[in-house]
Every structure is written in structure tokens, then in C-alpha cells.
């Protein structure tokens, strides 16, 4: 495996990503994690990742000193080059003006193995303020770009290298290859990372952790809890058992889809909750957005707890928590990853509950996720499906939830989906869906004219769904998924498209 020491990058994660395609296992530490832990895992590199610190300002992000004598491969990115660079006795001033985008970079030799089978002229990404200004000692400078002399060194005989661009961003184009030769060609690591070999390892990891005791999952269908039951499943068999609350708030054919694919294919315990009326008994009369939401998830913590005792005594409880979810942040000023993450959590369950927890992906990156659900078997439908919120419909209902208007916004998405994915945009971005507002309009239909509800369509482009921008989807789309719901979905006489990116709107419009 391959080390990752975090100094705050907002990329930390990205390189590890890059790495795992790689076919290679990677972990992020903390920039301060002591050497003598990271040696203890045996790692065959050490990466150290960029930040938004200046290495000569006091207080500065430092690695434990003893790294640098483990007598691994190290590559330092943007603040990792400067820091191997301070700490051998180069120098890093600050540049001129902060360097900022596209780049060429010119290799200037070609022995050097981190660009092996690579051209001379690469394109590459910059985002730095200081720069190297003199070579640390026993290194060269192995590549140069219009601003930098040393925008690639290496110490040939440490095996220390560093690089001021960013190889792990899509805008340096090689960057993969850059990385693969580090891993491969420098650090000696196989290929040996596929969630084809993973499955067998962590099938050994869930046995040994739960023995023969039983195991509780709450399977909303989701990508990440459906791939954890297919993944518990298969290592404990009927030990499982699913429960799947139909809280009322689902799109159509959810409940059905789970219970062919889970129950019927897949042959797991499952427990199907209906508790729909209650949930939208609860709901009478609120329209303010956090009370729904409030109310949406004491009623689900309620209705699961009760489940749970129904499905009889399990020790266990198993959670698709993911890695990004357990990364411990770096608290450096300028980190964008130690803003305060997502605050939905409505699904999540109250530690008090009596359980231990099984995390059987938490690992896993949200794409190994989905490389694992197919190879589990698990159909794309599911694998690849967007993201859906907790509070399902609820948040998608402007103002009050009546059992009317799920029917209408529920008809109106079963189209949404059903024409987004015939035109294959579906897979392309990250969600896609209508919202019904509480506001009706006047219309004519035939000769009558009609006062209905008005379906709002948002399709956006994100990586996590912290940001986001609106899809400029094709007029003919737009006109097809118009024209049939209105035709098709009683209630509904206008449909208008949400452009806004966010920040500033959100990507729910509660
Ligand atoms: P917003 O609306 O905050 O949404 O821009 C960002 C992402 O989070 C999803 N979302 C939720 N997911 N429970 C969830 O599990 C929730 O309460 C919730 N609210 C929003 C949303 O669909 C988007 O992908």
C-alpha cells in the first residue's frame, strides 16, 4: 500500500483515488502522523499531498521528521515538494504571482522513471503561490515549465522526488501515468487492488468480526446500503436481515424493485416495513422544511427501532458508511474539507441503540463502491442510480406532503427518470428529478381551462454535492419531458426549468 500524508489539499482525496485505479491500496494519515506508525504499516511509498500553508510561515503543517529516513520512495505534490525541498536544504520563496492553471511542462530527462513512456511536452495543472528557487541538496531538476526551473526533482538514489504541478487533477492529462509510475516502476507495488479480490478479503473480515451472531442492515436502496447487504450476504447468508421502511416518501416502484432484486433474487431476509400512513399522518399540516425533515427522521429512528426488535436479538447493526466518510480532516485555515460536512443525516441512527457496528465499506470510495455492487451482481439500475435524499419526496414537495401530491410528483419523476435515461443523460450527471411547487396556474387543455400545479425540473453536474451546476440539457429533452407530463400526470398544467448552480441555491429545493 501506498501512504498519503494530508497537509489540507483540497486534492487529498483525489490522489488517493487515482491511486486505487491504479490497482494499487492507498490510505490518507495525517500530515503529523509519527513515523514510527507509518512503518509500522509497511507502506512501499509515501506521498506527500499539497496544502494551502507556506512552508516558511510559522505554524506550518510539518511531517514528523523521521519520514524522510524510512527509506521508502517519497513524491511530494505542490506544498509536499516544498517540504521535501525545505527539509534537504533546498530553498522556497514566495513566487512573483500565484501560478494558476495550465501549464507545459518539459521534461529534461527522460531516465527519469516517473515519466517513463511519457513524452517530452506534457500539459499540467498549477495551483501554487511559492516556489523552489534552490535545488535541496543531492537532487536535480528532472523537468521545467515557462515559470519554474524546478517543476520536477529527483534524488535518484533516495528515491525522492517532487513535483510543483498537480499529476492526480484531470487537468494534467498524463497524470495517471505519472502516478502509475511512481507506484509501479518506483515504489514496486502489483496490482494486486480490485474489488474482485476485494470481495474475498472482506468477506474473511465480516465472518471473523461477527461469528455467528446476527447482523441488522437498514436497506434503504440506495447504492451504498444495497451494496453492503449483497456484500453481508454473501459472507454471512441468513445471519442478515434487511429492513426496508417504506416511509411513504419513495418514487414509484422503489419498494417493489428492492423487494424482486433483495428478496426475491438475492434470496436475503428481508423485512419490509410499510409505514407510510404514519409518516404521512405526521406530516399533516407542516410545511415548514426543518420540521418535515425533523419529523421524517424521529418517525424513521421509531418505526426502525421497532423493527429491529421484531427481527429478533442481533448484536450487530451494519452501516454503509464509506472512506471519504471517516477521512479526518486537516483543521488548517483554508481547507476546504474541514468545512463542516453535509449536515443531512436523516437516515442516521442514534448511538444510543445497543448495537456494534459493521462498516464492511468504509474503505471503499464512493466509485469502488459501485465497481464492488457489480461484481457482487447487483443490477446497474441500482449500482449506478443518483443520489436520493433520506427524506425522499418530502424535501421535493414544496410546502405541505399530502397523499395527492406524492401521487402527482411521484408520476411526474417516474417520467423524469424513464426520459432521462432513454436519452442517456440519466448516468451522465449526478442527479436529476421534479420538484411539485405549491403554486397553481392557469392553463388550457382542450377547450377547458384548467388551474394545476406547476413541476419544476432540476438536473445538475457535481463531484460531491457540496457544489453544483445546472445541466444544460437539449431543448428537445426538455420539451419531451414537458410535453409528457403534462399530458400524462393529472394535476399538473406547467413545468419550468430550475438554472440556478449552487452555491447559491441548493440542489434540494428544502
Ligand atoms: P442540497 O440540497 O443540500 O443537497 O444541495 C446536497 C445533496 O444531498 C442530498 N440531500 C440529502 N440526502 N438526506 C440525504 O440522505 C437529506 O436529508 C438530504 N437532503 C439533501 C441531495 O439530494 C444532494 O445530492
Not at 132 to 152: M, W
Not at 192 to 209: G, K, P
Not at 435 to 441: A, H, M, Q
Not at 497 to 508: G, L, N
Amino acid at each position: 500500500q501506498i501512504v498519503i500524508l494530508d497537509f489540507g489539499s483540497q486534492y487529498t482525496q483525489v490522489i488517493a483515488r487515482r491511486i486505487r485505479e491504479c490497482n494499487v491500496y492507498s490510505i490518507i494519515l495525517r500530515y503529523d502522523t509519527p513515523a514510527e506508525e507509518i512503518a509500522a504499516m509497511q507502506p512501499k511509498g509515501l506521498i506527500l499531498s499539497g496544502g494551502p500553508a507556506s512552508v516558511y510561515t510559522k505554524g506550518a503543517p510539518q511531517p514528523d521528521k523521521a519520514i524522510f529516513d524510512l527509506g521508502i520512495p517519497i513524491l511530494g505534490i505542490c506544498y509536499g515538494l516544498q517540504l521535501v525541498a525545505q527539509y534537504l536544504g533546498g530553498k522556497v520563496e514566495k513566487g512573483q504571482k500565484r501560478e494558476y492553471g495550465k501549464g507545459t511542462l518539459q521534461v529534461k530527462d527522460s531516465f527519469c522513471a516517473l515519466f517513463a513512456n511519457l513524452p517530452e511536452k506534457l500539459q499540467v495543472w498549477n495551483s501554487h503561490g511559492d516556489k523552489l528557487t534552490k535545488l535541496p541538496r543531492g537532487f536535480k531538476s528532472v523537468a521545467i515549465t515557462e515559470n519554474s526551473d524546478y517543476a520536477a526533482i529527483e534524488n535518484h538514489a533516495k528515491k525522492m522526488y517532487g513535483l510543483q504541478f498537480h499529476p492526480e487533477v484531470a487537468h494534467t492529462p498524463q497524470g495517471r501515468e505519472i502516478i502509475s509510475n511512481f507506484v509501479h516502476n518506483i515504489c514496486g507495488c502489483g496490482k494486486l487492488w480490485t474489488m474482485h479480490s476485494y470481495i474475498d478479503q472482506a468477506v474473511e473480515a465480516i465472518r471473523n468480526q461477527v461469528g455467528n451472531e446476527k447482523v441488522i442492515l437498514g436497506l434503504s436502496g440506495g447504492v451504498d446500503s444495497s451494496v453492503a447487504a449483497a456484500l453481508l450476504h454473501k459472507a454471512i447468508g441468513n445471519q442478515l436481515t434487511c429492513i426496508f421502511v417504506n416511509n411513504g416518501l419513495l418514487r414509484g416502484r422503489e419498494a417493489k424493485t428492492v423487494q424482486e432484486v433483495f428478496g426475491r433474487h438475492f434470496k436475503i431476509k428481508l423485512q419490509y416495513e410499510d409505514a407510510s400512513n404514519l409518516f404521512l399522518k405526521r406530516l399533516k399540516g407542516v410545511t415548514d422544511p426543518e420540521r418535515k425533515r425533523k419529523i421524517i427522521g424521529k418517525t424513521f429512528i421509531e418505526v426502525f427501532e421497532a423493527a429491529t426488535k421484531r427481527a429478533g436479538k442481533a448484536k450487530f447493526l451494519a452501516q454503509g458508511t464509506l472512506y471519504p466518510d471517516i477521512i479526518e480532516s486537516v483543521p488548517i485555515a483554508g481547507n476546504p474539507a474541514a468545512m463542516i460536512k453535509s449536515h443531512h443525516n436523516v437516515g442516521g441512527l442514534p448511538k444510543k441503540m445497543r448495537f456494534q457496528l459493521v462498516e464492511p465499506l468504509k474503505s471503499l470510495f464512493k466509485d469502488e463502491v459501485r465497481e464492488l455492487g457489480l461484481e457482487l451482481g447487483l443490477p446497474r439500475e441500482i449500482v449506478l442510480r443518483q443520489p436520493f435524499p433520506g427524506p425522499g419526496l418530502a424535501v421535493r414537495i414544496l410546502g405541505e406532503v399530502t397523499p395527492r401530491r406524492c401521487e402527482i410528483l411521484r408520476e411526474a419523476d417516474t417520467i423524469v427518470v424513464e426520459e432521462m435515461k432513454t436519452s442517456g443523460w440519466y448516468y451522465k450527471i449526478w442527479q436529476s428529478f421534479a420538484v411539485l411547487l405549491p403554486v397553481k396556474s392557469v392553463g388550457v387543455m382542450g377547450d377547458e381551462r384548467t388551474y394545476d400545479y406547476t413541476i419544476a425540473l432540476r438536473a445538475v453536474e457535481s463531484q460531491d454535492g457540496m457544489t453544483a451546476d445546472w445541466v444544460k440539457l437539449p431543448y428537445d429533452l426538455l420539451e419531451k419531458l414537458s410535453s409528457r407530463i403534462i399530458n400524462e400526470v393529472k394535476g399538473v398544467n406547467r413545468v419550468c426549468f430550475d438554472i440556478s448552480s449552487k452555491p447559491p441555491a441548493t440542489i434540494e429545493w428544502e
